[in-house]
């Protein structure tokens, strides 16, 4: 294993939406390293780390052991927190992180396989007891999925001309690295610009491979059941598509009443649970970038549970510091 290295991205952002204190029950779901996870516990709270990587979790165990009791580390995807809590007992939560996508470490392990820039094996699975690789993908789904995946995760433009080509190839003899992979993507689509043209499809392998939306759209869903008055949902994401999930999804649970033209007056929104915390997506602000330009597409969202129906118990009840909106920036892609 190397030596695990991640920035955490949006920290004091993140900490602040969170509002960590003693005696607050707070779930990173997406642990890596460890770093959001070290400054919620450092704020008191008491803190359910996850992260469905074992290595990622095994050098966060070591760095979060000072704390204690108060932090408690699974090995779990973060679709499944609700049955994480259910095991210790815990009847509602005041508040869930999630940073989602891969970290620093997992992209820079040539042996995960993540990244086109070194060679390793096409894996890419986050959880290595998982069946499903990249390998698997690339070499035995049909052409048309593969192409449907490079666009619709990757934003590919030449996803059916790669997928052609791919399939071409392991009719002769099945890809088995990440570098036979990158070179045959730009054998079809030549390096034009900044980005390798592979980037976009690892990418998208990578989101199948570890079904990324399915877990971010499950876990949201389940988060205001979850969630006492209060307690805070905090995501940040680096994808546009996982961005757009969260935006809806906090503005389908946030709107009080919902309005059709066909009805003759609005109606009350049965979701109406939480209330935004962020009208933009809050963005890193130049000094971050500047020393983490890894951080450059990460966008975070924020929302409060509201008293109400399918409400747990009341919980904390601490006072909350709000950060300020200086980090928020128009975003240009709205
Ligand atoms: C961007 S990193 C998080 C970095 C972390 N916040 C820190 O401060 O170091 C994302 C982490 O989430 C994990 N992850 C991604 N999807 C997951 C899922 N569905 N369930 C559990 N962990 C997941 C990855 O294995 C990775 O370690």
Known sequence: MNTFQHVPVLLPEAVAWMAPAPGRRLVDGTTGGGGHSEALLERGATVLSLDRDGDALAAAGTRLAPFGARSILRRSDYREFPQRLQELGWDGIDGLLLDVGVSSWQIDAPGRGFSFQQDGPLDMRMDDRAGLTAAVVVNEW????????????????????????IVQRRDRQPLRTTAELAALVEEVSPRRGRLHPATKVFQALRMVVNDELGALEAALEAAPGWLRPGGRLVVISFHSLEDRLVKRFLRRCSSAELDRPEWPAPRPNPDHSLRLLTRRPVVPGEQELAGNPRARSARLRAAERLAGPGARPVGGGDELNQPSTDGEREDPER
Do not use: C, S
């Open 142 to 165: 049909p052409e048309g999925e593969l192409a449907q995946a490079f666009f619709r995760y990757g934003e590919e433009p030449r996803a059916r001309r790669i997928a052609a080509a």
